[in-house]
């Protein structure tokens, strides 16, 4: 759906003597350079104006009428306009303006972050720029950043008196979190050419980066945790690096059973600790009687603690 495009108005003379209805069909033809635009077409001549401009004295009363009044289109696409006589028997020099925009879909959308590589350290400021090459016209561009589906933020050139296949880079701050480590960032661009233009409007996406944010040791397990006989004991441990994660029992390291019994029943203190950290915790460990699982009231748990620990970071 995407082309070099710049806001052009094709000027239509019509020799009044009877009724007449004639086509005019434009090519935007590829030019020798990116940045220039030859005439659509040897029987019209193209005038550079903007599409906001009053009617010229021709204008007024003229009975032509242009089908359609506006054009978008694609740069290298062909396209055609109606004029016609909306009364007959009038002689004289008669002229309508047809704006015409010809636009042109980036080559290429990149996303990056500024000055940095690897991995991101957790509460920092860092910068999203988003590279849109060759795109016009860029006054009718919007950029927008998403975190996964979720949309940051939109963003506009502030060139807009460039008509001409421009490259500009778009930024965003953010502030890395533990829940960003392991997320897909990326950048759209798209081309709002109004009612008349292509729908949907053109987009053009880039690769997704995805982010490795650096954060200290967690532990998510219940104060409580119930096991029956035959089941191991294990309590979810978090951290970019993964975290080691070592039990204790009356102060002394323990190994976790893979088969519980009745004695591995009592308190324990497990610890996770990492390059970024250490945190520890008390569990303490019921082991009820018969065979069975106990796995599904551990998972509710664990997903209560989960749902509670990204609400309060959100």
């Known amino acids: 759906m995407c082309a070099s495009g710049r806001p052009i108005t094709l000027l239509l003379f019509c020799l009044f003597i009877s009724a007449t209805s004639s086509p005019v069909s434009i090519s935007t033809r590829a030019p020798p350079l990116p940045s220039q635009i030859l005439?659509?077409?040897p029987s019209a001549t193209i005038l550079p104006s903007p599409p906001s401009s009053p009617l010229s004295l021709s204008e007024v009363g003229c009975p032509l009428t242009l089908t359609p009044s506006s054009l978008v289109v694609r740069f290298g696409d062909p396209v055609t306009a109606n004029c016609s006589l909306s009364r007959?028997?009038?002689i004289g020099p008669c002229q309508r303006n047809l704006p015409l925009t010809v636009y042109k879909c980036p080559d290429n959308v990149s996303i990056s972050f500024v000055n940095h590589t690897g991995p991101m350290s957790e509460g920092q400021q860092f910068t999203l720029q988003c590279e849109v090459q060759d795109v016009a016209p860029v006054k009718n561009l919007r950029v927008t950043f998403y975190k996964g589906q979720t949309a940051l933020g939109h963003t506009h050139s502030s060139k807009n008196t460039d008509k001409k296949p421009?490259?500009?880079v778009f930024t965003l701050n953010i502030i890395s979190t533990k829940e960003d480590d392991g997320v897909e960032f990326w950048c759209?661009?798209?081309?709002e050419l109004g009612a008349e233009g292509p729908q949907p409007p053109p987009?053009?996406?880039?690769?997704?980066?995805t982010a490795a944010v650096l954060f200290g040791p967690q532990l998510m397990c219940p104060t409580k945790l119930r096991v029956r006989e035959g089941e191991s004991l294990s309590c979810e441990a978090r951290g970019n690096p993964p975290p080691s994660v070592t039990w204790f029992r009356d102060g002394q390291v323990v190994a976790l059973p893979t088969n519980s019994s009745r004695e591995h029943a009592g308190k324990?203190?497990?610890s996770a600790k990492s390059l970024l950290g250490q945190t520890r915790f008390t569990v303490e460990v019921e082991v009820l009687p018969g065979k069975g699982t106990t796995n599904s009231y551990n998972g509710h748990f664990l997903l209560a603690v989960l749902l509670i620990w990204t609400i309060n970071w959100s």
């Open 166 to 168: 421009v490259s500009e």
């Open 188 to 191: 759209e661009a798209k081309l």
């Open 268 to 270: 324990y203190t497990v």
């Open 88 to 90: 007959a028997g009038l």
């Open 39 to 41: 005439p659509p077409s």
């Open 203 to 209: 987009v053009v996406e880039s690769e997704k980066l």
